[in-house]
Nanobody, 124 residues
Framework: QVHLVESGGGLVQAGGSLRLSCTASGRTFSNYALGWFRQAPGKEREFVTGISWSGGNTYYADSVKGRFTISRDNAKNTMYLQMNSLKPEDTAVYYC?????????????????WGQGTQVTVSS
């Protein structure tokens, strides 16, 4: 129902920063919880962070706490993932996801709409 497109991935040195963007079309972000996932080669896709409708509620996987920040701009139908202090272990394809929700809470367990992914590579 919501078409998502990620951008902003690339190659960065360890300790550096990147900001990923996820823009929606087809539907606005209204009443959608949003999240970021990542998948490294040979690994299963894992939850990174989620954000509620208003942006007031966020949740982060332990591996990225203190380094990554999720935010959203509903007027622009865009959400962001600011990634600081990047580590080689952060290398993965990053996906944004959206899930319709009836409450202003984060969603971790299930998302229906996914972007195509953007590659993030962190060199040593």
């Amino acid at each position: 129902q919501v078409h998502l497109v990620e951008s902003g991935g690339g190659l960065v040195q360890a300790g550096g920063s990147l900001r990923l963007s996820c823009t929606a079309s087809g539907r606005t972000f209204s009443n959608y919880a949003l999240g970021w996932f990542r998948q490294a080669p040979g690994k299963e896709r894992e939850f990174v962070t989620g954000i509620s409708w208003s942006g007031g509620n966020t949740y982060y996987a332990d591996s990225v706490k203190g380094r990554f920040t999720i935010s959203r701009d509903n007027a622009k139908n865009t959400m962001y993932l600011q990634m600081n202090s990047l580590k080689p272990e952060d290398t993965a394809v990053y996906y944004c996801a959206a899930e319709y929700s009836w409450s202003d809470t984060i969603v971790i367990g299930h998302y229906d709409d996914w972007g195509q992914g953007t590659q993030v590579t962190v060199s040593s």
